[in-house]
């Protein structure tokens, strides 16, 4: 967890969007309806499309929180490199 709030902050340090159309922002954009519905359904107490969305949400998240890792770790290890040369 703590490479991911070191992930976001240099993501957003770097003047990424965390909502956008690009990847990986579409996938945060996407878990906002997807969070959404799953509170719908579960208030309107439908279980099993409350636990569908929810998953799909954590999913989502997921994916987006592995990719702005994987991009902070690449950009960490670009900038040891151009340091090194």
Same mark, same amino acid.
């Given at each position: 967890? @703590?490479? =991911?709030?070191?992930? !976001?902050?240099? #993501? @957003? ?11 990986? !922002? ?5 878990? =906002?309806? @997807? ?10 107490? $439908? ?6 969305? @929810?998953?799909? &949400?954590?999913?989502? $998240?997921?994916w987006? =929180?592995?990719?702005? =890792?994987? #991009?902070?770790?690449d !950009?960490?290890?670009?900038? &040891? !490199?151009?340091?090194?040369?």
């Open positions: 967890m @703590t490479r =991911v709030v070191y992930a !976001e902050e240099a #993501w @957003t340090a770097a003047g990424r969007p965390l909502f956008g159309a690009g990847y990986p !922002e579409a996938l945060n954009a996407l878990n =906002v309806p @997807t969070f959404g519905y799953a509170l719908y359904a579960a208030a309107r107490r $439908k279980p099993r499309r409350a636990a569908l969305a @929810t998953a799909v &949400s954590m999913a989502l $998240k997921f987006f =929180v592995g990719a702005l =890792v994987r #991009w902070y770790d !950009e960490r290890v670009d900038a &040891s !490199e151009r340091a090194d040369a």
